[in-house]
């Protein structure tokens, strides 16, 4: 009894230590602004090999959609700043520092934006022109979105929350127009984010203690909140081993593509309830061929057990179990058929979340999903697993 009151004495230090170096890191002004852009940007990057993929979603379930309501919703934000700040409710910010951390911002944002677009020279999914990366429609989206947070997001949670709603919407929309790569959607959204935050950084300099209004605006983290969350998720899914069918063939699916809402309630900071809704999509490779209309597309709607750790203020981890209900269409492979399944899955993973804001927050995902499947009257099961992000607003 003794050795294991010890062995959980010396995993609570440990754990409270790991918190600790966290908090510390995580508190500085660097850390805070590279923690709040970089995730999304470094994603962005990673997700470029499944481009095509997450596109051939938006070209099967939006083939025809074509709106220009991103063309106004990436200024939004700004418009209801400066519509608060008309109508005489006190900012974090005087007019003058306002505006200066606001061009700041804009200056920096338009310089990378341009720069990458005149470098990189990516087409766009239409093809209109070779300009896609980064999207800077999403860049200002989350631009302006942060700067309407840095002013009157002290007044109520529900600012920021619209606010990054809004931006996230944006982004969505220039997908689904066809303009924009994912890859471009979250690159644009991390470049918004760290540009304002480096706007209003060199502002602060500049101004020192001059123009701040004496409002309460530092965001406070309570390390016990429960951590109740809406979120977005995009993942890369990873293939694990083969499967048979028939007698001498087998076949194995490509990496691909995972796009998905999740969503929990928290009774307490440790244990809620909850469930997601989303797609998969990856190609079938048989007997080491690809056919590129061989496409598998997974939908799964699950519902289940959602845990978390507090290791700091800012810092979770986390976990899930969940039941899925699958369906996908019949897949006419070369000389074999898969039959179309409605049945039942099991779900389960592992996150790390890092609060960026009060209401809004980065998570880092690894699924695994166990998916039965059914060919010539025989029942298997796929194992996948998948590795990705989440952009969440808490409440």
Same mark, same amino acid.
């Not at 440790?270 to 597309?297: H, L, M, P």
């Not at 779900?347 to 209401?359: C, K």
């Given at each position: 009894?003794? %050795?294991? /009151?010890?062995?959980? @004495?010396?995993? *609570? &230090? +440990? ?86 951390? %606001?061009? /700041?911002?804009?200056? @920096?944002?338009? *310089? &990378? +934006? ?282």
């Amino acid at each position: 009894m003794t %050795d294991s /009151l010890c062995a959980e @004495v010396d995993t *609570s &230090i +440990v754990i409270q230590k790991v918190g600790d170096a966290l908090e510390r890191i995580s508190n500085t002004r660097f850390h805070k602004i590279v923690y709040s852009s970089a995730p999304l940007i470094i994603n962005g990057l990673i997700v470029r090999g499944q481009n095509k993929h997450f596109r051939g979603l938006r070209n099967d379930y939006l083939p025809e959609f074509h709106r220009h309501l991103d063309d106004y919703t990436q200024y939004l934000p700004a418009a209801v700043m400066l519509g608060l700040k008309l109508g005489g409710e006190e900012s974090r910010s005087s007019w003058g520092r306002m505006l200066a951390s %606001d061009v /700041l911002s804009v200056a @920096v944002m338009a *310089s &990378i +934006v341009n720069t990458l677009k005149h470098t990189t020279h990516v087409e766009r999914p239409d093809g209109t022109d070779r300009h896609s990366y980064p999207s800077g429609h999403t860049a200002t989206a989350f631009m302006t979105a942060t700067m309407l947070t840095k002013e009157y997001g002290y007044k109520s949670p529900w600012i920021g929350i619209g606010a990054y709603t809004v931006a996230s919407a944006t982004g969505l929309m220039r997908m689904a127009n066809n303009k924009h790569w994912l890859s471009d959607v979250l690159t644009g959204a991390g470049i918004g984010i760290l540009s304002t935050e480096l706007g209003y950084y060199f502002a602060d300099l500049i101004f020192k203690n001059r123009g701040l209004n004496n409002v309460n605006s530092n965001e406070t983290f309570d390390k016990m909140l429960n951590p109740s969350f809406l979120s977005l998720n995009f993942q890369i899914s990873l293939p694990l081993g083969s499967y048979p069918i028939g007698q001498h063939s087998e076949f194995k699916v490509s990496s691909g593509c995972t796009s998905a809402v999740e969503g929990a309630y928290f009774f307490n900071p440790y244990v809620g309830v909850g469930g997601r809704i989303g797609v998969t999509r990856t190609s079938v490779i048989v007997d080491k061929v690809k056919a590129e209309d061989n496409v598998f597309d997974a939908w799964r709607i699950s519902g289940g057990a959602y845990f978390s750790y507090p290791l700091s203020e800012r810092w979770l981890v986390g976990s899930k179990l969940l039941a899925e209900r699958m369906h996908y269409p019949d897949l006419q492979l070369t000389n074999y058929l898969i039959d179309s399944q409605h049945s039942f899955a099991f779900g389960t993973g592992l996150s790390m979340t890092f609060r960026a804001r009060q209401r809004y927050g980065i998570r880092l995902l690894l699924d695994y999903d166990l998916m039965p499947y059914r060919t010539q009257g025989k029942r298997t099961c796929i194992h996948s697993l998948t590795l990705g992000s989440a952009f969440l607003i808490t409440f």
